[in-house]
């Protein structure tokens, strides 16, 4: 007999599923056995995804702040597994515009806010539910050349904790995916930094949804594509300073290209 799926005929969404992370998050939980709305500000690039997928899938673009409404209507009234995966790689310094900083924090941050004020009445109600923030190694540690992406995506993850310890309890399930690189268009984006810091140990987004796979599998809270994450983020913590002058180096590094 072949074992059912523990997603079967879930109801999920994915954000920013037009391409990489999200639309590999997408395919898998359709291969799961889940019906998935493919989010995408791009319509055309979410069509795409859900085309590629077929019947368990479902386009629904627009804002990833404003899609949750939308998205259960689609679904028939219930999502079990939601994916805050839209995300902006802001580059820029302490002196980045305004503008830069508040687009950072609006889709980093409180599109994950908005989405989970919607999502959790019904989710404790049923005493189910799983909240999947794709939130970046730099969420643990930080990535240089990048401070409104940086500064927001420990933000994400600092909400993601706290939807954590308020509500497992609860029957809510959350899980942060904290991957370095991805061979995708956000890492083409991050320019010569990326090449620098991220590129060498670049991996497939497809890698990504098998790490949360078997995370969610396990009940684990971070999910870690990199496990040598795990490692430079207890440096970080035990030995600060160490660890900031390790990072100092490798911005004067940059800054020498």
Not at 52 to 75: H, M, T, Y
Not at 109 to 118: D, E, G, I, N, Q
Not at 147 to 163: C, D, I, M, Q, R
Request: glycine residues 10%; charged residues 20%.
């Amino acid at each position: 007999m072949i074992p059912v799926s523990a997603y079967q005929d879930q109801r999920v969404v994915v954000t920013g599923a037009g391409g990489g992370i999200g639309a590999a998050l997408a395919h898998r939980f359709a291969d799961e056995g889940a019906t998935v709305v493919v989010n995408d500000l791009d319509a055309a690039r979410a069509a795409a995804v859900a085309g590629a997928i077929g019947a368990r899938a479902i386009p629904v673009p627009g804002d990833a702040s404003e899609v949750v409404a939308e998205a259960r209507e689609a679904l028939g009234g219930r999502i079990d597994v939601y994916c805050a995966n839209a995300g902006l790689a802001s580059g820029g310094d302490a002196f980045a515009d305004e503008a830069v900083w508040e687009a950072a924090w609006d889709t980093n941050v409180m599109a994950h806010v908005r989405a989970a004020r919607l999502l959790l009445p019904d989710w404790l109600e049923r005493e189910t539910g799983r909240f999947v923030s794709t939130v970046s190694a730099a969420g643990l540690l930080t990535m240089i050349g990048a401070a409104p992406y940086s500064v927001t995506k420990h933000g994400a993850l600092a909400f993601a904790e706290w939807l954590s310890l308020t509500y497992r309890h609860r029957g809510v399930q959350v899980h942060a995916i904290c991957p370095q690189g991805v061979r995708t268009d956000m890492l083409t984006a991050a320019g010569s930094a990326g090449e620098l810091v991220l590129a060498p140990t670049a991996i497939e987004p497809e890698a990504v949804a098998d790490a949360l796979f078997e995370g969610m599998e396990k009940g684990r809270f971070l999910i870690l594509p990199h496990p040598e994450v795990a490692d430079f983020y207890a440096a970080r913590a035990t030995e600060p300073d160490r660890w900031l002058s390790g990072m100092n180096h490798l911005q004067q590094k940059w800054e020498e290209q």
